[in-house]
């Protein structure tokens, strides 16, 4: 009797959890897709950069920066460049990456070579840099987003 009982219970507590299993499986969970850096609106430049619309301008003046060479390691490409608000954001190839090898006088050199890449366009207030589709971190200057593109011009009423 005893032994008939204990078959019941299990299969009592076996129906049971089979039941609620039917009613809310426990099926994976897709990792996230990877969110696109890539401007929505845009076209493909015959570089492969995607260019966001209005921006062909600073597209142009980013590749004469990148062709300059000296700070920017060789071998690195603009991959996309938009602008979010006054934001410039620009997406450079995974050769920029050694930058950080650079030391701190070397990131200051490539971050102000972009920095004056930008300079002209008043539309222009700030620069976000990423690589590989993550903001750009360098060794020594930390994230590469929000960066003026412009120094701090002094004000002229007598510094108040």
Request: charged share 20%.
């Given at each position: 009797m005893r032994r008939v009982a204990i078959a019941v219970v299990i299969i009592v507590?076996?129906?049971l959890l089979g039941y609620l299993y039917a009613r809310n499986p426990r099926t994976p969970t897709p990792p996230p897709s990877?969110?696109?850096?890539r401007p929505p609106e845009g076209r493909v430049a015959s570089d492969g950069a995607v260019v966001a619309k209005?921006?062909?301008?600073?597209a142009h003046s980013i590749r004469a920066a990148l062709?300059?060479?000296?700070a920017i390691p060789d071998g690195t490409r603009l991959v996309s460049i938009s602008l979010d608000g006054a934001e410039c954001v620009?997406?450079?190839?995974?050769?920029?990456?050694?930058?950080?090898?650079?030391?701190?006088?070397g990131e200051s050199e490539a971050q102000n070579a972009?920095?004056?890449?930008?300079?002209?366009?008043?539309?222009?207030?700030?620069?976000?840099?990423?690589?590989?589709g993550a903001v750009f971190e360098g060794s020594h200057s930390g994230e590469w987003e929000g960066?003026?593109?412009r120094d701090s011009m002094p004000t002229t009423d007598g510094g108040e």
């Amino acid at each position: 009797m005893r032994r008939v009982a204990i078959a019941v219970v299990i299969i009592v507590i076996t129906g049971l959890l089979g039941y609620l299993y039917a009613r809310n499986p426990r099926t994976p969970t897709p990792p996230p897709s990877p969110t696109s850096t890539r401007p929505p609106e845009g076209r493909v430049a015959s570089d492969g950069a995607v260019v966001a619309k209005g921006c062909d301008d600073l597209a142009h003046s980013i590749r004469a920066a990148l062709s300059r060479g000296g700070a920017i390691p060789d071998g690195t490409r603009l991959v996309s460049i938009s602008l979010d608000g006054a934001e410039c954001v620009i997406e450079l190839s995974s050769e920029f990456a050694a930058v950080a090898n650079q030391g701190t006088t070397g990131e200051s050199e490539a971050q102000n070579a972009l920095r004056a890449a930008l300079a002209a366009f008043d539309r222009v207030k700030t620069l976000r840099v990423l690589v590989d589709g993550a903001v750009f971190e360098g060794s020594h200057s930390g994230e590469w987003e929000g960066i003026p593109v412009r120094d701090s011009m002094p004000t002229t009423d007598g510094g108040e």
